[in-house]
Structures are given as structure tokens and as C-alpha cells.
């Protein structure tokens, strides 16, 4: 896929929320809104300083779409100073896609548990603490022609597709701290439990506890993801079974891990920060929602493979396959 598909795709999502008469004023809005993207990145690089946010996005969007496009305005583009509006919790992505110098992170506080973040809309309600916070950077982002995420039409339809088209996209190199040889190979497991329990984006609920067991007959097992949003009990007490319930924990353990396990989320992306293989859970009938477009955008930044599983047989067939072990059923 080319860059002209990329704009094409993104004008024609726009227009399917409009009228045919509403069409042309939609189109007028793209390409302006296209055009002023250029624009800020060039004063952003004559200035060396971006001024990014707020960012109050899901855990996919923030590896999907923010720090690609901002690790290219600094390792591609040299700008020297990055500042970022963003809730406290990102704080461990950042500082491990970026050298302290170069990233000033503005931190909004840690709701996640209250306020469930969608795409990157900030969430109804908010105190007084965090609706400060955003003020304060707006007035800096308006005197810096920075871009302003909260535009949720300009962040959907077009700084994501622009950002792509022109492949303004990067990762910095793996860092090669070699994971220490064990007995069994280590495998991250996010047991979601965020939104429906069936989604035609995620597929139907899995028995993690169940799964996780399976799994520690292969492998040291990590679980992972953010408490509020992930099934946290169930669990039998295991040596080999150890939990990441915080950013800083999941980057820590993931560069360690052979494998990645996770339900069509956010967290697929996580591996390509690190270089590790996906194993994909869908429990459903393929096709899966929005897989094409998870594809599409990662295709500047793809480090790792996707695999795919749709019950507990074809997990326990990818393994034996994956780590060569024998496994006997019961």
C-alpha cells in the first residue's frame, strides 16, 4: 500500500459519517487539515522543540500511533526536544523509546481505574487536577502550533493516516540485553477483560486461569496488562507464574520473553518494541474486525509475527510447535 492509498482511505472514512452534501465541505476540511500536519511538523523542526498531546489514548494507540510518530520526529528528523501531554501512567513508553534529554513529559494523573481511556478521548467527568493540567498545555500548545490531540476528527481520520502515508513512522533499534537461558522459555500472557464480552474486534471470553495453567506445562508464565483492565484473580500459586501489573514491569519482562500471548488489543503491538512473535487469541469466527487495519499501521514498524489461535487446542498445538517440547494430554 502507497501513501496515496493511505490519504485515500482516510478521506473516504470521513465521508461515511457524512451526507453526500456534506461531502465536499469534509473534503475541503482533509486536505486542509492534511496540509496544517506538514506545516506543524516543519515549525516543530525549524523550532527543535514538538509540543504533543493531550494523550489520554488506549494502550494500542499510544505503541500504534504516538511514539512511531514521535520517536520519527526525533531519530529521523533530529528534533531535539520532545513535550508530551499524557496521562502518568505512559511515563515508563516513553522513557523507554526516548533518552531522558529528550522527552518532557507533562503528566496527567492516573485515572485509568476510574476512567476507561477510548481511542484518545478524554473521559467525562475529570477533576479539577487533570481539566488544569490540560489548560495549562493547551495555551502551550496553541503558541507552539503543536498538535493538539484532543481534535478527535483531525486524530481519527487524518494524523493517522498522515503520519503513515508519509512513513513518518520509527522505532529505535531493539536494545540487546540477551535474556538469561532457562529451563523452560518465558511467554506474557494480557488476560483482557476490558469492554463487551464478545466484540467482533476481540472474539469471546477465554477461561485465563485455565489457560494460564496450560501454559506453565511450556513455559515460565508473566501476566500482564493494567489491573482494572485485566482478569487479576483466579490464578493458582505457582514458582514459575509472576505478574506485570504496571508499564515499567511489562517492558522489563517482555525483553525477556520468548512469545507474547494477548486477544486482539493494544498489547499485539507490544513486539514490536521488543522483537518478540504474537500469539494472537480470537475466540470466534475469523475474519477478525479491524485486523487489516492493525496490519496497515504497523507496517513501517513491524519487529514481530502475528500467530493465531481460536481455542485451546490450536494453543496448546502452537506451542508444542513453537518450543519443540512433548506434551502429554490428559
Not at 89 to 113: M, N, Q, R
Not at 183 to 205: C, D, L, Q, W
Not at 214 to 238: I, R, T, W
Request: proline content about 6%.
Amino acid at each position: 500500500m502507497n501513501g496515496f492509498q493511505d490519504f485515500w482511505k482516510g478521506l473516504v472514512n470521513a465521508w461515511q459519517h457524512h451526507s453526500v452534501f456534506q461531502r465536499p465541505a469534509v473534503t475541503l476540511w482533509f486536505f486542509r487539515t492534511w496540509w496544517l500536519q506538514n506545516k506543524k511538523l516543519l515549525q516543530a523542526k525549524q523550532a527543535n522543540v514538538l509540543y504533543f498531546g493531550p494523550v489520554y489514548s488506549e494502550f494500542g494507540h499510544v505503541l500504534l500511533h504516538i511514539l512511531p510518530f514521535l520517536a520519527y520526529a526525533h531519530y529521523k528528523l533530529g528534533i531535539e526536544k520532545i513535550v508530551v501531554c499524557t496521562n502518568q501512567v505512559y511515563k515508563p513508553l516513553f522513557d523507554f523509546v526516548f533518552p531522558k534529554a529528550v522527552c518532557e513529559l507533562i503528566s496527567l494523573p492516573d485515572h485509568i481505574g476510574a476512567y476507561t481511556p477510548s481511542v484518545n478521548k478524554l473521559p467525562e467527568g475529570i477533576d479539577a487536577e487533570m481539566k488544569n493540567s490540560i489548560i495549562q498545555f493547551q495555551n502551550a500548545l496553541e503558541s507552539h502550533n503543536g498538535f493538539d490531540l484532543l481534535d478527535g476528527k483531525a486524530y481519527w481520520y487524518v494524523f493517522r493516516n498522515w503520519h503513515l502515508a508519509n512513513k513518518h513512522q520509527y522505532l529505535p533499534p531493539i536494545k540487546s540485553d540477551s535474556p538469561t537461558p532457562e529451563s523452560k522459555p518465558k511467554v506474557m500472557i494480557f488476560p483482557r477483560k476490558k469492554g463487551a464480552e464478545y466484540t467482533a474486534n476481540n472474539g469471546g471470553p477465554w477461561d485465563y486461569p485455565l489457560l494460564v495453567n496450560k501454559l506453565l506445562d511450556f513455559a515460565q508464565v508473566v501476566v500482564a496488562g493494567h489491573p482494572n483492565l485485566s482478569v487479576s484473580e483466579g490464578y493458582s500459586d505457582h514458582p514459575d507464574l509472576s505478574f506485570a501489573w504496571d508499564n515499567q514491569s511489562l517492558l522489563n519482562e517482555s525483553s525477556t520473553c520468548q512469545l507474547i500471548i494477548t486477544q486482539h488489543s493494544g498489547a499485539c503491538i507490544l513486539g514490536d518494541y521488543v522483537g518478540v512473535d504474537t500469539l494472537i487469541l480470537f475466540n470466534g469466527t475469523p475474519p477478525i474486525k479491524g485486523l487489516d487495519e492493525t496490519m496497515r499501521f504497523r507496517r513501517h514498524i513491524q519487529k514481530g509475527n502475528f500467530y493465531f489461535a481460536h481455542n485451546l487446542e490450536e494453543v496448546d498445538a502452537f506451542l508444542i510447535k513453537r518450543f519443540k517440547l512433548q506434551h502429554e494430554t490428559t
